[in-house]
């Protein structure tokens, strides 16, 4: 179908326009912020309730990279074959609700004055069911693309951005401060998200 092949010739620079997103809003919006320590705060206070800029940052930094990982989900999804087993499709699903909770944690921003507030526990709960999403998602989509011919490079992306965002969100934490950790599991997934449809392109042209 015609839109359909128009509509592939975007697939390479969806993912590589949300990564650049959020990766440049991180940047740029910690370094306008006075007093912002890039490895010393987390992501989400860029995003706070009554910092200046807050909107602006949770669209381009969360909305819009969000949705468009959904999208890039979405675009995955399309191309798992019928024959496959169901473990890509699953995971392909939940890629799809992670980059959605992705997009909601710029909804939901944090409250930095009270942690506790039923804002930042939104927040939170957000960022959580973004990583208990894709992580799960990556994993089982890479172990059901590695029984399929071909697609050996896609299942190892997924296997390694599954593992780094687990051991970034979970495990480095007890390592070294919390918002490196998290720019860990943040980064990973930012490569994951640039790198996926690319790769995917030329598992299908074979």
């Known amino acids: ?10 697939d390479p620079l969806l993912g590589a326009t949300a990564a650049v997103l959020f990766l440049a809003s991180v940047l740029g919006f910690g370094a306008a912020l006075p007093g912002y320590l890039p490895l010393g705060h ?40 019928v024959t496959a087993p169901w473990t890509p499709r699953v995971g392909g699903q939940m890629l799809v609700l992670s980059g959605l909770a992705f997009a909601a944690m710029g909804v939901l921003p944090l409250d930095a004055n009270d942690i506790e507030s039923p804002a930042s526990q ?19 989509s890479g172990l059901g693309a590695r ?6 490079r896609l299942a190892a992306l997924h296997l390694a951005a599954g593992l780094a965002v687990l051991v970034g969100a979970f495990v480095l934490q007890a390592l070294m401060p919390a918002p ?13 998200l640039a790198a996926a449809l690319p790769v995917a392109s030329r598992v299908h042209h074979r």
């Open 1 to 10: 179908m015609p839109m359909m092949k128009t509509l592939r010739r975007f």
């Open 180 to 192: 490196v950790a998290q720019r860990v599991a943040f980064v990973a997934w930012a490569l994951w």
């Open 122 to 140: 939104y927040h939170a709960s957000a960022w959580m069911v973004w990583v208990l999403a894709f992580v799960p998602g990556a994993l089982m």
């Open 147 to 152: 029984r399929l011919p071909g697609w050996g």
């Open 42 to 81: 987390p992501v989400a206070l860029l995003g706070a309730i009554g910092v200046p800029h807050a909107g602006a940052f949770d669209l381009l930094g969360f909305v819009l990279p969000g949705l468009l990982a959904a999208v890039v989900a979405l675009r995955l999804l399309a191309r798992v074959p």
